[in-house]
């Protein structure tokens, strides 16, 4: 493509013409690829793109080029529901997990974090990909870091801090924050509610 003897006659895509055929010349005769529109990564990994370089008399030659299209952090972890209903035994000792509450509906508010299946935790997703879709959990209340219940940064397993009185207090109303590892990083959140049960 550094031949004089060329120039550039045809630019295709596999899928949409998202590369321009304009091109830029000078006395090397150097031939510059550029976008004609925004690439998303998520949509379409790679592009192949056809180049067809001919010379005077009509000789041709014709290359398959792949690119690879690279991640932005340009998405925000998402949990699975807005509003997480969780539960734990009033007077539960100190280090109880909570657990989604049986009575709702929408299940799939945890990510089996464990092999055994015995410890969940909260689920959120991330379409980026690398280090941009990595997240920190963390549980905050009115604010700041909740100190009735702490949430393990990397499995989002949820976990009592203090022993609760359910005449005290029935319910508590935190939030789930999952904050990703891009440059800048990118966080999503949830309404945790924890409701305290009799226990038996």
């Known amino acids: 493509m550094k031949d004089s003897n060329f120039s ?45 370089c001919s010379d005077m008399v009509g000789h041709y030659t014709e290359r398959n080029i792949t690119i690879r299209i690279l991640d932005q952090n340009d998405n925000r972890p998402k949990f699975s529901h807005e509003i997480l209903y969780l539960q734990v035994d009033e007077n539960a000792p100190y280090g109880t997990q909570v657990r989604q509450q049986s009575q709702k509906v929408n299940k799939g508010y945890f990510n089996n974090v464990h092999q055994t299946g015995s410890s969940e935790g909260l689920l959120a997703t991330d379409l980026d990909i690398g280090i941009n879709s990595q997240m920190t959990f963390f549980l905050l209340e009115d604010g700041v870091n909740s100190t009735k219940f702490k949430i393990d940064s990397h499995t989002g397993i949820i976990t009592t801090m203090d022993m609760f009185d359910r005449e005290v207090k029935e319910k508590y109303t935190l939030t789930a924050l999952a904050v990703d590892h891009g440059n800048p990083p990118l966080s999503g959140t949830a309404t945790v509610q924890v409701c305290l049960y009799l226990h038996y």
């Open 8 to 52: 550039l006659i045809r630019l295709t895509s596999q899928a949409q013409p998202e590369f321009d055929r304009n091109t830029e010349v000078n006395l090397l005769t150097e031939y510059h690829l550029i976008t004609a529109r925004i690439l998303d990564r998520e949509s379409t990994s790679h592009q192949v793109v056809t180049i067809v």
